[in-house]
């Protein structure tokens, strides 16, 4: 079964840009979670969609946004970038939502530098 | 406040030898607990997941314990080999009605030869 995957891995954009990264899940599930990680720092939660809907949704600026598809692939949006959006984006998907505890599979991440 | 706190920050041991890494929980109501090993510029990778009810899980030579009534999980590493050496952050999901996830700062292991 092939793992969880996102594109592109690397990233270079200047700042006032914006970004689509893009995660597909295992097959079969349908619960997609979005993480960034910045440098020395742990995993700070932007959303969660189950099915189509966002059902979480961490502190970040409305500048983030996520959407899901009905194939649940998904994909986050960063508009107007900024030099502190710089940092590593991890997708996660699990058959179903957290709370069915549920392993979560992380994908190997977007690197994303903003200049 | 719902915090999960881990210690220590990092850990330098001997390869072969055993280690224990500390998390304490404020997060209620409570649902579940995981720990995740990463490896530095990859994403996490699940190694437990206790619920209420469970006091140890082991997973090869990693064995979690719980203690829901004091907020304590541990996460033991028998026998460290040089692989071993990755961040391990510690996970609760609160139960609400997001099941939201409030994750540890995690403490960095080097196993040094």
């Known amino acids: 079964k092939a793992g969880v995957t996102q594109t592109p891995r690397y990233l270079i954009k200047t700042r006032g840009q914006q970004v689509t990264l893009s995660c597909s899940p295992i097959?079969?599930?349908?619960?997609v979670s979005w993480y960034q990680q910045t440098p020395g720092q742990g995993l700070q939660f932007l959303f969660e969609?189950?099915?189509?809907?966002?059902?979480n949704k961490g502190n970040f600026p409305g500048r983030f946004s996520g959407r899901q598809f009905s194939n649940s692939r998904s994909e986050m949006n960063v508009s107007t970038l900024e030099l502190g959006d710089s940092a590593l984006y991890l997708c996660?998907?699990?058959?179903?939502?957290?709370?069915?505890?549920?392993?979560?599979?992380f994908g190997p991440g977007t690197r994303l530098t903003v200049l | 406040k719902n915090q999960v706190e881990q210690s220590p920050q990092s850990l330098i041991i001997l390869e072969g030898k055993n280690c224990t890494l500390q998390c304490n929980y404020t997060v209620s109501p409570f649902s579940n607990l995981r720990w995740y090993k990463q490896d530095t510029g990859r994403g996490p990778v699940s190694l437990t997941i206790m619920t209420f009810s469970e006091n140890t899980k082991s997973n090869g030579r990693y064995t979690a314990t719980l203690d829901a009534d004091t907020k304590q999980s541990s996460l033991h590493i028998t026998a460290s080999q040089l692989s071993d050496s990755a961040s391990y952050i510690c996970v609760v999901t609160r139960l609400d009605s997001n099941y939201q996830l409030i994750w540890g700062a995690g403490t960095k292991l080097i196993i040094k030869p």
């Open positions: 969609y189950f099915s189509e809907t966002q059902r």
């Open positions: 097959s079969g599930h349908r619960s």
């Open positions: 996660a998907s699990s058959l179903a939502g957290v709370d069915r505890v549920y392993e979560q599979f």
